[in-house]
T-cell receptor
Framework: GESVGLHLPTLSVQEGDNSIINCAYSNSASDYFIWYKQESGKGPQFIIDIRSNMDKRQGQRVTVLLNKTVKHLSLQIAATQPGDSAVYFCAENLVGGNKLTFGTGTQLKVEL | DVKVTQSSRYLVKRTGEKVFLECVQDMDHENMFWYRQDPGLGLRLIYFSYDVKMKEKGDIPEGYSVSREKKERFSLILESASTNQTSMYLC??????????????FGSGTQLSVL
């Protein structure tokens, strides 16, 4: 999962396997969450979002799960491909807030 | 597609120099943001703006200022660059006023090195 520090957590998976990237968010008053993907040399790109009135949302090959009880967010990537190699960030927004707070990121490495 | 363009991919400046980082978005977004990204620290918000000539401090505004004279352009200014401002700077924009739809579109970043 994501954490504050100098070293980026790394998840290594085999091509074709499913990946699960975890994020512990900080504020129980957060009502909106987003996952971003950042490839080397590029800015972060939106993957999927979820509001706090939902516990699951699916996109193309990606699923976001939200567990408000333990303040935990996860991103599941099905059939991981080499192109999924990137740093993944979760972000949260407080109710009535006007900005996102980002996690520190998880490096996903896909092994052939 | 939304395009957020940052004027420089790499910049090298000397301590004490005044530095301008420029960002332009082409989708008529109201909101624009400047973040810095450092290894292991994620993205930290420096300043943001919801309208022309409007600005609000983010989490780490010290040592920075911003300018938004036109809707499409948001500039980050380092009045007197210091080595601890060596970082990747990311500009972003979004359409929504309320953050429940705060999907940000990012530029590719400017890697600034202050020597």
């Amino acid at each position: 999962g994501e954490s504050v520090g100098l070293h980026l957590p790394t998840l290594s998976v085999q091509e074709g396997d499913n990946s699960i990237i975890n994020c512990a968010y900080s504020n129980s008053a957060s009502d909106y969450f987003i996952w971003y993907k950042q490839e080397s040399g590029k800015g972060p790109q939106f993957i999927i979002d979820i509001r706090s009135n939902m516990d699951k949302r699916q996109g193309q090959r990606v699923t976001v799960l939200l567990n408000k009880t333990v303040k935990h967010l996860s991103l599941q990537i099905a059939a991981t491909q080499p192109g999924d190699s990137a740093v993944y960030f979760c972000a949260e927004n407080l109710v009535g807030g006007n900005k996102l707070t980002f996690g520190t990121g998880t490096q996903l490495k896909v092994e052939l | 597609d939304v395009k957020v363009t940052q004027s420089s991919r790499y910049l090298v400046k000397r301590t004490g120099e005044k530095v301008f980082l420029e960002c332009v978005q082409d989708m008529d977004h109201e909101n624009m943001f400047w973040y810095r990204q450092d290894p292991g620290l994620g993205l930290r918000l420096i300043y943001f703006s919801y309208d022309v000539k409007m600005k609000e401090k983010g989490d780490i505004p010290e040592g920075y200022s911003v300018s938004r004279e036109k809707k499409e352009r948001f500039s980050l200014i380092l009045e007197s660059a210091s080595t601890n401002q060596t970082s990747m700077y990311l500009c972003a924009s979004s359409t929504a006023r309320t953050a429940t739809n705060e999907k940000l579109f990012f530029g590719s970043g400017t890697q600034l090195s202050v020597l």
